[in-house]
Every structure is written in structure tokens, then in C-alpha cells.
């Protein structure tokens, strides 16, 4: 489960951590994560490779990167995450450290012990700092939740493993979850 320290953390404390520790900088906490699990793994390597392979078949513009991938969501807050995967279509956010500003779509895979981050603070990071599209993935429940922004709330629908669900930000990208899970 992800804790927070009791200390006020910056960006730079963030980057002096050992490349072998996962952890994010949430409003100058660090948050430090445990390893995902094989499951967690084969969903985030598939929409991956999804994702990526649609941005090339149709010569996209925007880049698909996955965990472990620095975001830091907005320039005045001591908040760096570490989204399971983010598409970046303007490509003026991305940096040798990753992206300074918000992608415009993030996926999350729930890890047991830390669905309040990805429900709760997250949801509520993304949507301050104008993320487009957020969905939360959910292996143990076999939900995705799809946030799309709509003025300035996001619009849910709820989906599970059995649906063909549309990517709002594209015109015609549909991820099949039923082949994820096979």
C-alpha cells in the first residue's frame, strides 16, 4: 500500500531516489509503491502495445509511455506521478525527465491496497490538472472505469472485462478487453 511520509518532500528529493524505487511526490508527499503484480503486468504491457500499435498505423503524433514515466502535472505543485501508462499528444510537454504538464489520457491498473489513491487522488489530481481521458482499470473487480473531461467534470462510464470499450480521444480507437484477460 502506497504511505505517506510525514515530511514536506520537493521535485528534487523526488529525482535523488534510487532508479530502483517506485514511488510518486503527491502535494509533497512521496508515496512509495511495491512492485505490480504478473497480472497487473500483462494488462499494462497489452494496452501498451495497443495503444502504441494504433498511434503508428495511423502515423499519429502522440507518444504512448508506460510506468515507470515521470509526470509532473503542473508547474506550481510539488506533484510528480507515475501513471501505469500516458499518451502525450503535444509533444512540447515532454522533457528528458519525462512530461511537465497533464497527457491527455491516463491509465491506471488498481493494485490491491491502493484503489483510494487511484479512485479518490488521483481521480482528482487528473481532473484539477485537465487530463482529458482517465481510466482506472480494475483486475480484481474486472471493471475499467472511463473518465472523459467535458467541460470541467469528467463524464464516467463504467465497463467491464466482457466490453469493447471506446477511447473518447480518438475518433475510432476501441480497446477489447476481452483479449486482455485470455
Known amino acids: 500500500m502506497a504511505t505517506p511520509q510525514k515530511q514536506v518532500y520537493t521535485e528534487a528529493d523526488y529525482y535523488a531516489l534510487p532508479e530502483d524505487v517506485r514511488a ?7 508515496y512509495y509503491h511495491t512492485a505490480p503484480s504478473r497480472v ?19 502515423n499519429g503524433t502522440c507518444e504512448v509511455y508506460p510506468a515507470p514515466f515521470a509526470v509532473k502535472l503542473k508547474e506550481d505543485r510539488k506533484t ?15 522533457t528528458d525527465k519525462g512530461c511537465t504538464g497533464a497527457p491527455d489520457w491516463i491509465v491506471e491498473i488498481v493494485s490491491p491496497g491502493n484503489s483510494s489513491h487511484d479512485y479518490v487522488q488521483k481521480l482528482n489530481l ?3 490538472a485537465g487530463v482529458k ?13 472511463v473518465y472523459y473531461l467535458e467541460k470541467e467534470n469528467f463524464k464516467v462510464t463504467s ?15 476501441w480497446i477489447d478487453f476481452q483479449g486482455i484477460m485470455l
Request: net charge negative.
Open 24 to 30: 510518486e511526490l503527491i502535494d509533497g508527499q512521496i
Open 40 to 58: 497487473h503486468q500483462k494488462i499494462s504491457g497489452t494496452l501498451y502495445y495497443k495503444i502504441r500499435d494504433y498511434i503508428e498505423s495511423k
Open 80 to 94: 510528480i506521478v507515475e501513471p501505469d501508462i500516458s499518451v502525450i499528444c503535444d509533444r512540447s510537454k515532454l
Open 126 to 128: 487528473y481532473l484539477d
Open 133 to 145: 481521458e482517465y481510466w482506472i482499470v480494475n483486475p480484481m473487480e474486472q471493471n475499467i472505469f
Open 159 to 173: 465497463c467491464t472485462f466482457q466490453d469493447k470499450i471506446k477511447v473518447n480521444i480518438y475518433d475510432d480507437l
